[in-house]
C-alpha cells in the first residue's frame, strides 16, 4: 500500500513562530488532506488539497503532486495551533485514507 | 450544522460483552467512515458507505467486529464478543462527494 511519511516527528516552537511541516507519499493520489488533531483529541479537517495552494488564515497549505509531497505552513503560531497535524492520502477511486504518523507540535508562551 | 455525532462518547466494558458504537453524520453527506485509533498503529480505516452501501470493509479486523448503516443518517459499529485489545479510539466520519471528510469528536473505548 501506500506510504506516508511526516516529518519533523516532533516540533517545539515559542509563541509567534512560522513552522513548515512535510508529508512525503510513495505514490500519485488524487485525494490529500491535512488534519489537526487537538489536545482533547478532536479531529479537524485543515485543507482538502490533492493539488496547488490553500490559504485559511494562517495556516496554508501546498502540495506538488508530480513530486508527491505536501506541506503545511503555520504562521504566526499560537498556543491553540498545539496537537498532532496528520497528512492522509488517498490514491485509485479517492476515498480510502492512508494516515501518515503525524507531526506532533507544541507552541509555547 | 452539528456536525458528526457520536455516542457514547466513552464505553468502559467487560471482555466478551457486546459493545455497540453509533454515529450520526453530517446531513446531506452520502459518505460515512468509521476509523480506530491507537498508539501502537495510528488511525486505521475500518469500513466505509457509500450511500448507505458498505463500499470496503477490509480494514475491519475480524469477524468480531460488524458495521451497518441501515439509513443516510444513522450508522452502527458492533464488536461482539469485545477483546481488551479493541480498545481505542472509534471516530466515525463523513464527507459529500468523497472529498473533505469531518469527524465526530470519537468513543473511547476499554475492555476490561
Known amino acids: 500500500g501506500i506510504q506516508v511519511e511526516q516529518s519533523p516527528p516532533d516540533l517545539i516552537l515559542q509563541e509567534g513562530a512560522n513552522s513548515t511541516l512535510r508529508c512525503n507519499f510513495s505514490d500519485s493520489v488524487n485525494n490529500l488532506q491535512w488534519f489537526h488533531q487537538n489536545p482533547w483529541g478532536q479531529l479537524i479537517n485543515l485543507f482538502y488539497?490533492?493539488?496547488g495552494t490553500k490559504q485559511n488564515g494562517r495556516l496554508s497549505a501546498t502540495t506538488v503532486a508530480t513530486e508527491r509531497y505536501s506541506l503545511l505552513y503555520i504562521s504566526s503560531s499560537q498556543t491553540t495551533d498545539s496537537g498532532v497535524y496528520f497528512c492522509?492520502?488517498?490514491?485509485?477511486?479517492?476515498?480510502?485514507?492512508?494516515f501518515g504518523t503525524g507531526t506532533q507540535l507544541k507552541v509555547e508562551l | 450544522d452539528a456536525g458528526v455525532i457520536q455516542s457514547p462518547r466513552h464505553e468502559v466494558t467487560e471482555m466478551g460483552q457486546e459493545v455497540t458504537l453509533r454515529c450520526k453524520p453530517i446531513?446531506?453527506?452520502?459518505?460515512l467512515f468509521w476509523y480506530r485509533q491507537t498508539m501502537m498503529r495510528g488511525l486505521e480505516l475500518l469500513i466505509y458507505f457509500n450511500n448507505n452501501v458498505p463500499i470496503d470493509d477490509s480494514g475491519m479486523p475480524e469477524d468480531r467486529f460488524s458495521a451497518k448503516m441501515p439509513n443516510a443518517s444513522f450508522s452502527t459499529l458492533k464488536i461482539q464478543p469485545s477483546e481488551p485489545r479493541d480498545s481505542a479510539v472509534y471516530f466515525c466520519a463523513s464527507s459529500w462527494w468523497g472529498v473533505a471528510q469531518y469527524f465526530g469528536p470519537g468513543t473511547r473505548l476499554l475492555v476490561l
Open positions: 446531513s446531506g453527506h452520502d459518505y
Open positions: 488539497i490533492p493539488s
Open positions: 492522509a492520502v488517498a490514491t485509485g477511486g479517492g476515498n480510502k485514507l492512508t
